[in-house]
Every structure is written in structure tokens, then in C-alpha cells.
T-cell receptor
Framework: NAGVMQNPRHLVRRRGQEARLRCSPM?????VYWYRQLPEEGLKFMVY????????ESGMPKERFSAEFPKEGPSILRIQQVVRGDSAAYFC????????????????FGPGTRLTVL | QKEVEQNSGPLSVPEGAIASLNCTYS??????FFWYRQYSGKSPELIMF????GDKEDGRFTAQLNKASQYVSLLIRDSQPSDSATYLC??????????????FGTGTKLQVIP
């Protein structure tokens, strides 16, 4: 039973280029979350998606960032025209469902993608 | 959006001692909490979930939830150097159901000194 998969694990981009980060949730999971973690800082929520739907993008920067979770294939976090401040670890997590009574929805994290912008 | 606060540390304890990690929260509606552990350069992993007042024990780990005082803590008994990591708390879903964004605390860095 494979866990959450993210690729690439490391990504180097020059300023102005595009970065595409991929996330394949665990088998049977239909909920995906993206987080960003700057060096020595906490996890910051970016976006929550279900298949073909963006449920909550309140943590996404207004410009240059977008996310999708198509019916087929992995979830994609896309960063256009990257800047040095985008350098961070980007984690994806998946869960089988949202809350329901005391049946909590544990989020399982992928290994992360370390983005470095030169 | 729920707010949680944690002391960033580092919290240093000698090997074999009890490490006490605390998290306070502002939303009185919070019903449950997760504790995640994150090793340096790695992704977070769930170690405890607590949804009722009182204590929950799992091996060397004990989570304590006090809804009246709005804090949740994690105790690690017989601390080992391998426990050295950053510990993150986050409120879980409300018992009433529905989607709820998970807001992580900044985490407390624990160092267990051999």
C-alpha cells in the first residue's frame, strides 16, 4: 500500500521559470491538501482539493500560484514566474474523507518537494 | 480559522526524562487535536489524536486535553535521543462534522540530550 507520493523530490528553478509539483494521494484517498514550509518555520496551509474541485484555497497567494486535482492523474501545484521567496518545502497530504462525528480524518503526508529558486 | 500557539523552543531534556510539550488554542469550539512529529528534513507524521477531555496514552506518549483551559499537551516519558524532532499540534475536525481547514502550530523543537 504505497503512501503519498510527490515528485520531484528536489526541484531547482531560475527566477521567472515555472515550477510544477505533483502529488499522488494514497490509494482510496480523494482529498488532497498542499502546505508550504519555509526554513525554520511551521506548515502553512495553501489549498484543499477534491477530485476536480477546489474546496478551500484561502492559503494560496493571489498571483502566480494555482492548483488542480483532475479526475485522472495526480494533483498539481503550479507556480508561475518563480521568485527566490518561493524557495521552500512543499508538502502534500491526503485523507480518505473529511470529518464525521469522532471519525477523524488523519492527513497522511508525502515526502515533500524541496524547491530552490536561483 | 483556528489559532494555535506553541513555544518554538528548543526544549532540551536529558535522556530518560519526561518531555512536556504544550499547545494553547483560541477557539473554544475545538473538539479534538492531532499531534504530529517532524524530523528535520522529513515530512510530518501523526503520533497522537485526542478528542475528549483527559488523558490518552500510547506507549511512552500521553496526550492531555483540557477544554476548560484551552490547552493540549503531549508528554513523552523516558525520552530518547530519537525523540528529538519538532512536534506540531493542530485542531482536528469539529464533532459536528463538515470540512475544516487544519491550522498547524509553529511547532516545538525538542532536543533530547544523551
Amino acid at each position: 500500500n504505497a503512501g503519498v507520493m510527490q515528485n520531484p523530490r528536489h526541484l531547482v528553478r531560475r527566477r521567472g521559470q515555472e515550477a510544477r509539483l505533483r502529488c499522488s494521494p494514497m490509494k482510496g484517498h480523494s482529498h488532497v491538501y498542499w502546505y508550504r514550509q519555509l526554513p525554520e518555520e511551521g506548515l502553512k496551509f495553501m489549498v484543499y482539493l477534491q477530485k476536480e474541485n477546489i474546496i478551500d484555497e484561502s492559503g494560496m497567494p493571489k498571483e502566480r500560484f494555482s492548483a488542480e486535482f483532475p479526475k485522472e492523474g495526480p494533483s498539481i501545484l503550479r507556480i508561475q514566474q518563480v521568485v527566490r521567496g518561493d524557495s521552500a518545502a512543499y508538502f502534500c497530504a491526503s485523507s480518505p474523507r473529511t470529518s464525521g462525528g469522532i471519525n477523524y480524518n488523519e492527513q497522511f503526508f508525502g515526502p515533500g518537494t524541496r524547491l530552490t529558486v536561483l | 480559522q483556528k489559532e494555535v500557539e506553541q513555544n518554538s523552543g528548543p526544549l532540551s531534556v536529558p535522556e530518560g526524562a519526561i518531555a512536556s510539550l504544550n499547545c494553547t488554542y483560541s477557539d473554544r469550539g475545538s473538539q479534538s487535536f492531532f499531534w504530529y512529529r517532524q524530523y528535520s528534513g522529513k515530512s510530518p507524521e501523526l503520533i497522537m489524536f485526542i478528542y475528549s477531555n483527559g488523558d490518552k496514552e500510547d506507549g511512552r506518549f500521553t496526550a492531555q486535553l483540557n477544554k476548560a483551559s484551552q490547552y493540549v499537551s503531549l508528554l513523552i516519558r523516558d525520552s530518547q535521543p530519537s525523540d528529538s524532532a519538532t512536534y506540531l499540534c493542530a485542531p482536528g475536525p469539529a464533532s459536528s462534522g463538515g470540512y475544516q481547514k487544519v491550522t498547524f502550530g509553529t511547532g516545538t523543537k525538542l532536543q533530547v540530550i544523551p
